[in-house]
Structures are given as C-alpha cells and as structure tokens.
C-alpha cells in the first residue's frame, strides 16, 4: 500500500541511495510518482525528528547511566563501520530511556565528553552510577562530567576481557 512508501524512502535513503534513484524505485514499484523534492521531504521531516530529540530537556537526575559503542556497517561513499555511541539512562522511578547517541568513525573519550556536555546542557546534573566499557580515557571524562557519580565497568565488557587473558 502507497501508506508504506514514507518507510520504505527512508529505508532506501540509510542505503545511501540519492533522492532521484529512490523516485524511481518508488516509481516501478507502486506505478505511483513521488518527486524528488517530496522525497527530500520525508527525510527532512525524520532530521527534523532526531534534531528535537537531541534538543529535548532531560530529568536533573538518574538512578544510573549506561554508556555503550556498537560498531554498525554504514555507507557513506563505501560501506564501513562505524560507531554508534549511545547513552541509556534509568530515572529515579526506574524507567529506562535513551538520553543521546552519535555516530563516529570510532568510539572515543571525546566523543562521550562531547555527549556528557550536550546532557548537562539539556538539564542533567546528578545520577548516581555511571557504567561503561573500558574505553581509554573514559572514566576520566565521566569524574569530570559527573564528579558525584560512582564508576563501573560494565560486567559483560569485565568477563569478555577476562576471557582474553585465560587459556580456553
């Protein structure tokens, strides 16, 4: 049905398809034309949506802060993978949500530092726990971010570099 095509643009827009190349698939596939300016369109409504999230005011305080990388192909000019940093927190009554993400060539101390700033600037002030992988550099960030917060290292990262550093 022709109420599927906003999905299926943005589908084909992640795939590093241009706006005219998406006209036509759209185009042979529900014998229905979208100009490419329409187009252009849904994806700037969906930039639209992740510029407000980015932008949307946060609680002053969580119970805990999980801070993350996975590693994702994406294609730009080639395929290649890239990070995708993502902050999760848990509020006072327990419920989770997705606080910020990013993504970069690699995962960094500055990057989260980055994202730690654009938390506090949108209201964040206190939580009481901060875990994360070891990523070099990290734990420094978050005491200067987060000087109250406890530090700790995620378990599944702790056993996965335990696993490394014991014969099978």
Same mark, same amino acid.
């Given at each position: 049905? +022709?109420?599927?095509?906003?999905?299926?643009?943005?589908?084909?827009?992640?795939?590093? /398809? &241009? %706006?005219?190349e998406?006209?036509?698939?759209?185009?042979?596939?529900y014998?229905?034309?979208? =100009? +490419?300016? &329409?187009?252009?369109?849904?994806?700037? !409504?969906?930039? !639209? %949506?992740?510029?407000?999230?980015?932008?949307?005011?946060?609680?002053?305080?969580?119970?805990?802060?999980?801070?993350?990388?996975?590693?994702?192909?994406?294609?730009?000019d080639?395929?290649?993978?890239?990070?995708?940093n993502?902050?999760m927190?848990?509020? /006072?009554?327990?419920?989770?949500?997705?606080? !910020?993400?990013?993504?970069?060539? +690699?995962?960094?101390?500055?990057?989260? %530092?980055a @994202?730690?700033? =654009?938390? /506090?600037?949108?209201? @964040?002030?206190?939580?009481?726990?901060?875990? =994360? %992988?070891?990523?070099?550099?990290?734990?420094? +960030?978050?005491?200067?971010?987060?000087? !109250?917060?406890?530090?700790?290292?995620?378990?599944v990262?702790?056993?996965?570099?335990?696993?490394?550093?014991?014969?099978?």
């Open positions: 049905t +022709t109420k599927n095509i906003p999905n299926l643009v943005l589908k084909l827009y992640k795939s590093g /398809m &241009t %706006d005219y998406i006209q036509e698939i759209i185009e042979s596939l014998s229905h034309k979208y =100009s +490419t300016s &329409t187009i252009s369109k849904i994806v700037d !409504a969906v930039q !639209a %949506d992740v510029d407000n999230f980015k932008k949307k005011p946060l609680k002053s305080d969580y119970f805990a802060i999980f801070m993350d990388s996975t590693y994702v192909p994406l294609r730009r080639t395929v290649e993978k890239e990070a995708i993502i902050i927190g848990i509020d /006072m009554d327990g419920f989770p949500e997705v606080l !910020a993400f990013s993504i970069t060539p +690699t995962e960094s101390a500055s990057e989260w %530092d @994202l730690l700033e =654009s938390l /506090m600037e949108r209201g @964040l002030k206190n939580t009481r726990i901060v875990v =994360s %992988d070891g990523c070099t550099g990290l734990k420094d +960030t978050i005491k200067k971010r987060l000087p !109250a917060a406890l530090y700790q290292r995620c378990f990262h702790l056993i996965r570099h335990l696993d490394s550093k014991v014969r099978s």
